[in-house]
């Protein structure tokens, strides 16, 4: 069974960067991945996905202009560069991947102090 690991959140204040990472057990080059957040007492909410060429990317709205993904293959990593940060950023954040079946990281949190 494929395997997730985040790694890369943390405490930052109002307008500061954090760039997440999520490595792979097992190859992924075919794989769409992504990111979601969970937020405390909220639903777990769309990030960002990125298919397995990166071809096709897309972002929730409110994350669209700061946030950035990327993918290495070759390394089974996928990553989520974040610049201005607000506080309503913080979550756990929680990579995943999917080509039929689903995989999902433990997540790794994000806290923005304002």
């Known amino acids: 069974q494929l395997q997730l690991v985040e790694s890369g959140g943390g405490l930052v204040q109002v307008g500061g960067s954090l760039r997440l990472s999520c490595v792979a057990s097992g190859r992924i080059s075919e794989h769409a991945l992504g990111w979601w957040r969970q937020a405390p007492g909220k639903e777990r909410e769309f990030v960002s996905a990125i298919s397995w060429n990166a071809h096709i990317i897309n972002y929730a709205d409110s994350v669209k202009g700061r946030f950035t993904v990327s993918r290495n293959n070759a390394r089974n990593t996928v990553f989520l560069q974040m610049n201005s940060l607000k506080p309503e950023d913080t979550a756990v954040y929680y990579c995943?991947?999917?080509?039929?079946?689903?995989?999902w990281g433990q997540g790794t949190q994000v806290t923005v102090s304002s």
């Open positions: 995943y991947s999917n080509r039929g079946l689903s995989y």
